[in-house]
């Protein structure tokens, strides 16, 4: 017999009408799924889930754990940076030697110590620089040639300076080095200012000449670090070379009635100077972020308004930075100072405070 004798011809619509329900139901509710995991009815792409990064897994340039960074032949291994050319390779005209990578002009070595102060307290980086390639970068013209009617810039010799590509290389080490002491990026920062500003100012005893011109020797950044001296222009392009490679916007400050250069750092325009979104970092010698009322050796303050060259994008310092407090303290100190040819008890204790805290210099040069 019919399985379905029996049965009236409303119970077989009302059979076929439930499976048609549950059918409906079932597809609505695998579109709905389909819908939220691809993001919209663009199912030809696949879900794009972001599995995000552990802070703590990353090296101080952001290279994840077990990788290898940008910046050959080093690789992240438990926070540090480190050469590892076998896994990495090595820069061009390096070549793989055991576990570094060498150049033709590592010959000649010495170490140079790089004094820096972070949060009051005093350290140093040891860094190697080399004979062979302190004479290669010497002999790098320091003159820039046009194929048209166009004219030099101020901001074209700096840019020829840092962006010297053989010299990159041998001044990445330093980079490195500064990025395997924090992975804190305001630190970094301030690592490389304090470092720079420590390194003594003095003018080279060379000349160049340009056509039948004889003029005052421009040392480029190795050049500063190998001879461990340098003056305002000088320094600016080095500091302005390390804090590119640790990834702040940078420019430069050009006081034309006191000839002097300073370093503008990417910031808050509310901090900045002149409005510029730039603030205002001495290089001569330890200063504070922002102050820009130092009086000068045979200069005395920077009382010009100055030109302001762009260098290179960049991320910006914070809002919250302690320097700009601790700079607006230390120039209401002087001022107060001028005025009344006192300093006081109070004013005393504050001085001596910030002093320690960013070991700053007796004096400066322009």
Same mark, same amino acid.
Do not use: W
């Given at each position: 017999?019919?399985?379905?004798r029996?049965?009236?011809?409303g119970?077989?619509?009302?059979?076929?009408?439930?499976?048609?329900?549950?059918?409906?139901?079932?597809?609505?509710?695998?579109?709905?799924l389909?819908?939220?995991f691809?993001g919209?009815?663009?199912?030809?792409e696949?879900?794009?889930?972001e599995?995000?990064?552990e802070?703590?897994n990353?090296?101080?340039?952001?290279?994840?754990y077990?990788? =290898?960074?940008?910046?050959?032949?080093?690789?992240?291994k438990? &926070?540090?940076?480190?050469e590892f050319?076998?896994a =990495? &390779? =090595?820069?061009e005209g390096?070549a793989t030697?055991?576990?570094?990578c060498?150049?033709p002009y590592?010959?000649?070595s010495?170490?140079?110590?790089l004094?820096y102060?972070l949060?009051g307290?005093?350290?140093?980086i040891?860094?190697?620089v080399?004979?062979a390639?302190?004479?290669?970068?010497?002999n790098v013209?320091?003159?820039?040639?046009y194929?048209?009617n166009?004219?030099?810039?101020?901001v074209?010799?700096?840019l020829?300076?840092?962006n010297?590509?053989?010299q990159?290389k041998?001044?990445?080490?330093?980079?490195?080095k500064?990025? /395997?002491?924090?992975?804190?990026?305001?630190?970094?920062?301030?690592?490389?200012i304090?470092?720079?500003?420590?390194?003594?100012?003095?003018?080279?005893?060379?000349?160049?000449y340009?056509?039948?011109n004889?003029? /005052?020797?421009s040392?480029?950044?190795?050049?500063?670090?190998?001879?461990?001296q340098g003056? =305002?222009?000088?320094k600016?392009d080095?500091?302005a070379?390390?804090?590119?490679e640790?990834?702040y916007g940078?420019?430069?400050?050009?006081y034309?009635?006191?000839?002097?250069?300073?370093?503008g750092?990417?910031?808050p325009v509310?901090?900045?100077?002149?409005?510029?979104?730039y603030c205002?970092?001495?290089?001569? &010698?330890p200063?504070?972020?922002?102050?820009?009322?130092?009086?000068?050796?045979g200069v005395?303050?920077?009382?010009?308004?100055?030109?302001?060259y762009?260098? /290179?994008?960049g991320?910006?310092?914070?809002f /919250?930075?302690?320097?700009?407090?601790?700079a607006?303290?230390?120039?209401?100190i002087r001022n107060?100072?001028?005025?009344?040819?006192l300093?006081?008890?109070?004013?005393?204790?504050?001085?001596?405070?910030?002093?320690k805290?960013?070991?700053?210099?007796?004096?400066?040069?322009?």
């Open positions: 017999m019919d399985d379905n029996g049965a009236s011809p119970f077989y619509r009302k059979m076929k009408f439930s499976s048609y329900k549950k059918y409906l139901v079932l597809t609505l509710f695998v579109l709905v389909l819908f939220l691809s919209g009815f663009g199912l030809i696949s879900p794009n889930i599995i995000p990064i802070e703590d990353l090296c101080g340039d952001g290279t994840p077990e990788s =290898c960074s940008l910046t050959k032949p080093y690789f992240c438990e &926070g540090k940076l480190i050319p076998s =990495c &390779g =090595c820069p390096f030697k055991v576990k570094t060498l150049s590592q010959n000649g010495k170490k140079i110590v004094n102060t949060s307290k005093s350290n140093s040891n860094f190697v080399y004979d390639f302190e004479k290669y970068i010497s013209p320091r003159s820039i040639v194929f048209s166009g004219s030099s810039s101020r074209d010799f700096t020829k300076a840092i010297e590509e053989e990159r041998f001044l990445m080490p330093l980079v490195i500064i990025q /395997n002491i924090t992975d804190d990026e305001d630190d970094q920062m301030r690592i490389a304090s470092l720079v500003q420590n390194i003594p100012f003095g003018a080279s005893n060379k000349t160049a340009f056509g039948m004889k003029i /005052n020797y040392r480029y950044p190795y050049e500063v670090l190998y001879d461990m003056v =305002c222009g000088e600016t080095l500091l070379f390390l804090l590119r640790l990834g940078t420019s430069f400050f050009y034309a009635d006191e000839n002097h250069e300073a370093l750092l990417k910031c509310e901090e900045s100077l002149i409005e510029s979104g205002f970092v001495e290089t001569t &010698g200063s504070i972020i922002t102050d820009n009322k130092i009086s000068y050796i005395g303050k920077l009382l010009s308004t100055p030109d302001i762009f260098i /290179n994008h991320k910006s310092i914070s /919250n930075l302690e320097e700009y407090e601790d607006d303290r230390l120039i209401k107060s100072i001028e005025n009344t040819g300093v006081g008890p109070i004013n005393k204790i504050y001085f001596e405070k910030i002093k805290k960013y070991g700053l210099a007796e004096e400066y040069y322009g």
